[in-house]
């Protein structure tokens, strides 16, 4: 692995004033090496999709930093955070939110065009194992398929951060193994640092780091020793 890609400070969250305030995350301090699989655990309420939307800047933080690469979002004007998560993320979600009336070809190359260094569609249509299916609607073809296409829309624009919330939450036990493998390959062949948020524990044997959530808080922040391959998980 390389040195830290993602760097984030005593990042703070809350939602809701007075009687009704909720602190959803309480001074998280992590970091994350370029090329790394991390997996983040935790039960519902933890602060794990928070967490994510922060780390995409998707909304701001309370209190803290959160750096990617050589950019710190906590310090980018709306416009220019905008900007970014154009061209630099890739978000992969439990639900698959593809353009019904175009197709798996057209549902990556929507993205294609906000990058200026997109990986090439047909290359990623053969690599995700869409290549036949590229004409076809998504509701023509099956929930694992859909959500090949949901991460080869994230993927076309060479992100260097892949932020996958619930990836397989809505898939079976077979087409979640799928994906799953998919998203080690996709790692292997494009270098991208990857962060999956998930309840599954069983992921974590696939990831190089390990975080877990408890009420806000970092409860768990470890580099796995023994990393499996993804067909190898059981659960």
């Known amino acids: 692995m390389s040195g830290e890609f993602v760097r984030i400070h005593n990042l703070r969250k809350h939602y809701g004033e007075g009687e009704a305030k909720v602190e959803v995350l309480r001074g998280i301090t992590t970091s994350i090496a370029q ?12 602060g794990k999709s928070t967490f994510l939307n922060l780390l995409g800047g998707l909304e701001p933080a309370d209190a803290g930093t959160v ?10 004007a709306d416009r220019e955070l905008v900007e970014y998560r154009r061209r630099q993320l890739g978000f992969v979600f439990q639900f698959y939110n593809l353009v019904s009336d175009l197709t798996i070809r057209e549902n990556i190359e929507v993205c294609e065009y906000l990058s200026a260094n997109p990986l090439p569609v047909d290359d990623l249509l053969q690599s995700l194992g869409l290549w036949e299916h590229r004409d076809k609607l998504p509701n023509q073809v099956s929930g694992g398929q859909q959500q090949r296409c ?9 992100p260097g951060l892949l932020l996958c919330d619930e990836p397989t939450g ?6 979640s193994k799928e994906i799953l493998e998919l998203m ?5 062949q494009y270098g991208c640092t990857i962060v999956i948020v998930t309840h599954n524990d069983a992921i974590q044997h696939m ?3 390990i975080l877990r959530l408890r009420d806000g808080q970092l409860v768990e922040d470890t580099r796995n020793s023994d990393v499996w391959p993804a067909s190898q998980l059981e659960w």
Not at 184 to 188: D, G, I, L, P, S
Request: hydrophobic residues 40%.
């Open 35 to 46: 090329g790394e699989v991390c997996v983040l655990l935790g039960p519902s309420g933890s």
């Open 67 to 76: 750096a990617i690469g050589d950019t710190e979002l906590t310090t980018l």
């Open 150 to 158: 949901a991460i080869g829309r994230a993927l076309v624009k060479n």
């Open 170 to 175: 809505a898939l079976d036990y077979n087409t």
């Open 184 to 188: 080690e390959r996709v790692n292997k």
């Open 207 to 209: 990831a190089h780091r």
